[in-house]
Nanobody, 116 residues
Framework: QVQLVESGGGLVQPGGSLRLSCAASGTIVSIEAMGWYRQAPGKQRELVAVITSGGSTNYADSVKGRFTISRDNAMNTVYLQMNGLKPGDTAVYYC??????????WGQGTQVTVSS
């Protein structure tokens, strides 16, 4: 089992920055990738960014050049640095971890609101 705990959400003005953190505990050695998804009201959950245990990253087109995903070497903590935030980035952000057998773990979510 893996437990994921997010932190760092909040209210920010357009153009501002936030950094989300996701702390993983449990059977971390089985994790192949970790990432962030988001879900806005009335919309489906979508992938924001992912990082593999080998360090490869992938981003949604809508956040490329503005968001950066990173992790510590032990894959204990994953970060999402969000710069140039837009109102369209408003959503609940969920931390995700993928096990070797493709099973997905989820965090409880953290609210990000971009508004003036």
């Amino acid at each position: 089992q893996v437990q994921l705990v997010e932190s760092g959400g909040g209210l920010v003005q357009p153009g501002g920055s936030l950094r989300l953190s996701c702390a993983a505990s449990g059977t971390i050695v089985s994790i192949e990738a970790m990432g962030w998804y988001r879900q806005a009201p009335g919309k489906q959950r979508e992938l924001v960014a992912v990082i593999t245990s080998g360090g490869s990253t992938n981003y949604a087109d809508s956040v490329k050049g503005r968001f950066t995903i990173s992790r510590d070497n032990a894959m204990n903590t994953v970060y999402l640095q969000m710069n140039g935030l837009k109102p369209g980035d408003t959503a609940v952000y969920y931390c995700n971890a993928v096990r070797e057998d493709r099973y997905h773990y989820w965090g409880q979510g953290t609210q990000v609101t971009v508004s003036s």
